[in-house]
């Protein structure tokens, strides 16, 4: 009995070693890479977008996928452009970057927000409403001692809309800093924003046609304005001495310009108008704007009034456009960077006085091929430019037009019957200038003063020489 209780519990032993080798072995076997130890996966070897690969300590290397973890918010969503998380892999130090969708939410602070500059409802306790003949109404400010300082304009009061802001409505209020006009709104009036010294930022809805005289003249901080599409004209004063507007697109629907509309704007830098139905630009429309480098005129363009660019003294750029009627006097006087080649149109019917007068820098000009009259100094103290062809129409040159200019003309037309005082005055490179007609032909013009003084031009006609520079008064017809 003994004995085969001891053999039961050896073949018992027995039997549980080899289970238990059995399940070793076989456990040995499934486990993954089992060689005796579990791989630890640690040493990262390399990667690049798509894998990593890590080693384990026995040297067994394992290619995987990146596994991600949770994206952090690399740059926030906004109510204007989506945003972009980052997501880094937890076993290299690669990442990836997803975009994310802008969001409804605004971030308003003080009641404007951040990103798109929409304005929350201002309370009507800010506003006079006015009832107008039409049954809507026009509104201004109320006076109050402490006015919020981004405000939004009613659509509608007592179930009207509003579709105006009253003449000088907000007329010299220091508090407004941003203003938001909705769509109802069709007009704004005279001077409505006028002087309005800490407006910064300005949204004019999208029924408005007209910005009026001196509606936002002298908003000494006017920083940017937001013109609707349906905008035809801009009036006199409109943005004058807003000093520091630096940009303005203006849009496509605009063909007026009115008097010093943008005068003394010192930060302007470029107007590029070409997209615009732009005709006219009034008497010193930009006036002054000292930093203007760059004009770009649509072809539209036809009138272009006194002064119009004078004193921007830094313009380098500006074309002329090709069905252009009437340049004004000083249109463009004391651009002293301007350095554009100017062609200067047939279209053209008033060449003004003085219209590129102290312009340094011009050295190429094309005159109209029919131009008749050249008024008194239109190019006078041009000392950089090479006098261009006279057209064989031109009959009269007024006082002082080519007075310090760079260059003589080739040829003097013998259309011309009279040159007045100083005409060619001082031009730097002078000498012989040819004339297609005889020395009494040339005689016969009608010589001014000083014609020619302080010049070694002399005229080389079919039939001899004239000293003009050195005797012009004694040339006098
Ligand atoms: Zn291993
Ligand atoms: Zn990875
Ligand atoms: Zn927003």
Same mark, same amino acid.
């Given at each position: 009995?003994?004995?085969?209780?001891?053999?039961?519990?050896?073949?018992?032993?027995?039997?549980?070693?080899?289970?238990?080798?059995?399940?070793?072995?076989?456990?040995?076997?499934?486990?993954?890479?089992?060689?005796?130890?579990?791989?630890?996966?640690?040493?990262?070897?390399?990667?690049?977008?798509?894998?990593?690969?890590?080693?384990?300590?026995?040297?067994?290397?394992?290619?995987?996928?990146?596994?991600?973890?949770?994206?952090?918010?690399?740059?926030?969503?906004?109510?204007?452009?989506?945003?972009?998380?980052?997501?880094?892999?937890?076993?290299?130090?690669?990442?990836?970057?997803?975009?994310?969708?802008?969001?409804?939410?605004?971030?308003?602070?003080?009641?404007?927000?951040?990103?798109?500059?929409?304005?929350?409802?201002?309370?009507?306790?800010?506003?006079?409403?006015?009832?107008?003949?039409?049954?809507?109404?026009?509104?201004?400010?109320?006076?109050?001692?402490?006015?919020?300082?981004?405000?939004?304009?009613?659509?509608?009061?007592?179930?009207?809309?509003?579709?105006?802001?009253?003449?000088?409505?907000?007329?010299?209020?220091?508090?407004?800093?941003?203003?938001?006009?909705?769509?109802?709104?069709?007009?704004?009036?005279?001077?409505?924003?006028?002087?309005?010294?800490?407006?910064?930022?300005?949204?004019?809805?999208?029924?408005?046609?007209?910005?009026?005289?001196?509606?936002?003249?002298?908003?000494?901080?006017?920083?940017?304005?937001?013109?609707?599409?349906?905008?035809?004209?801009?009036?006199?004063?409109?943005?004058?001495?807003?000093?520091?507007?630096?940009?303005?697109?203006?849009?496509?629907?605009?063909?007026?310009?009115?008097?010093?509309?943008?005068?003394?704007?010192?930060?302007?830098?470029?107007?590029?108008?070409?997209?615009?139905?732009?005709?006219?630009?009034? +008497?010193?429309? $930009?006036?002054? @704007?000292?930093? =203007?480098?760059?004009? /770009? !005129? &649509? *072809? #539209?363009?036809?009138? %272009?009034?006194?002064?119009?660019?004078?004193?921007?003294?830094?313009?380098?750029?500006?074309?002329?456009?090709?069905?252009?009627?009437?340049?004004?006097?000083?249109?463009?006087?004391?651009?002293?960077?301007?350095?554009?080649?100017?062609?200067?149109?047939?279209?053209?019917?008033?060449?003004?006085?003085?219209?590129?007068?102290?312009?340094?820098?011009?050295?190429?000009?094309?005159?109209?091929?029919?131009?008749?009259?050249?008024? +008194?100094?239109? $190019?006078?103290? @041009?000392?950089? =430019?090479?006098?261009? /062809? !006279? &057209? *064989? #129409?031109?009959?009269? %040159?007024?006082?002082?037009?080519?007075?310090?200019?760079?260059?003589?003309?080739?040829?003097?037309?013998?259309?011309?019957?009279?040159?007045?005082?100083?005409?060619?005055?001082?031009?730097?490179?002078?000498?012989?200038?040819?004339?297609?007609?005889?020395?009494?032909?040339?005689?016969?013009?009608?010589?001014?003063?000083?014609?020619?003084?302080?010049?070694?031009?002399?005229?080389?006609?079919?039939?001899?020489?004239?000293?003009?520079?050195?005797?012009?008064?004694?040339?006098?017809?």
């Amino acid at each position: 009995m003994k004995d085969k209780k001891i053999v039961g519990i050896i073949a018992a032993a027995v039997g549980g070693v080899l289970l238990l080798l059995v399940a070793v072995l076989l456990l040995d076997f499934f486990i993954p890479g089992g060689n005796g130890h579990t791989h630890d996966f640690k040493e990262l070897l390399s990667y690049d977008n798509e894998k990593h690969i890590l080693a384990c300590k026995c040297g067994k290397k394992e290619e995987a996928e990146h596994e991600y973890g949770e994206g952090e918010v690399l740059t926030e969503a906004t109510c204007q452009k989506g945003g972009t998380d980052k997501y880094v892999c937890k076993l290299c130090p690669n990442f990836k970057l997803e975009n994310t969708d802008k969001t409804d939410e605004h971030s308003y602070d003080e009641g404007i927000c951040l990103y798109c500059k929409d304005i929350v409802p201002t309370d009507e306790m800010y506003f006079e409403f006015t009832l107008l003949e039409d049954g809507t109404y026009s509104v201004a400010q109320k006076k109050v001692s402490l006015y919020p300082r981004n405000i939004r304009i009613p659509e509608s009061y007592k179930g009207k809309p509003v579709t105006a802001i009253s003449e000088s409505g907000f007329e010299d209020n220091s508090r407004i800093y941003s203003v938001y006009i909705p769509d109802s709104l069709k007009e704004i009036g005279y001077s409505a924003f006028y002087e309005c010294v800490n407006l910064e930022y300005i949204r004019i809805g999208e029924n408005v046609k007209s910005i009026p005289r001196f509606a936002f003249g002298a908003c000494r901080n006017l920083k940017e304005i937001i013109m609707p599409d349906t905008l035809e004209s801009i009036e006199a004063y409109a943005f004058s001495n807003c000093l520091i507007l630096y940009k303005v697109d203006l849009p496509s629907s605009l063909n007026f310009i009115g008097h010093s509309a943008f005068a003394n704007c010192k930060q302007l830098e470029t107007m590029d108008m070409s997209d615009t139905k732009l005709t006219t630009f009034e +008497e010193s429309a $930009f006036y002054a @704007c000292i930093r =203007l480098q760059t004009v /770009v !005129l &649509p *072809e #539209t363009v036809t009138f %272009i009034g006194t002064k119009a660019f004078s004193e921007c003294t830094s313009l380098e750029q500006a074309n002329i456009p090709t069905a252009l009627q009437y340049l004004g006097d000083s249109a463009f006087e004391n651009c002293k960077k301007l350095e554009s080649k100017i062609v200067l149109p047939d279209t053209i019917s008033y060449l003004g006085k003085r219209a590129f007068a102290s312009c340094t820098n011009l050295a190429e000009v094309t005159l109209p091929s029919n131009i008749v009259v050249m008024q +008194e100094n239109i $190019f006078r103290n @041009c000392s950089s =430019l090479v006098i261009p /062809v !006279l &057209p *064989e #129409t031109l009959v009269e %040159i007024h006082y002082g037009v080519f007075y310090n200019c760079y260059k003589m003309p080739e040829y003097l037309p013998v259309s011309l019957k009279s040159i007045g005082n100083y005409a060619f005055y001082d031009v730097e490179n002078a000498g012989d200038v040819k004339y297609d007609g005889t020395t009494s032909d040339f005689m016969s013009v009608e010589l001014g003063i000083s014609v020619f003084s302080d010049t070694d031009t002399v005229i080389v006609c079919t039939d001899g020489e004239i000293e003009a520079g050195k005797n012009s008064d004694a040339a006098i017809g």
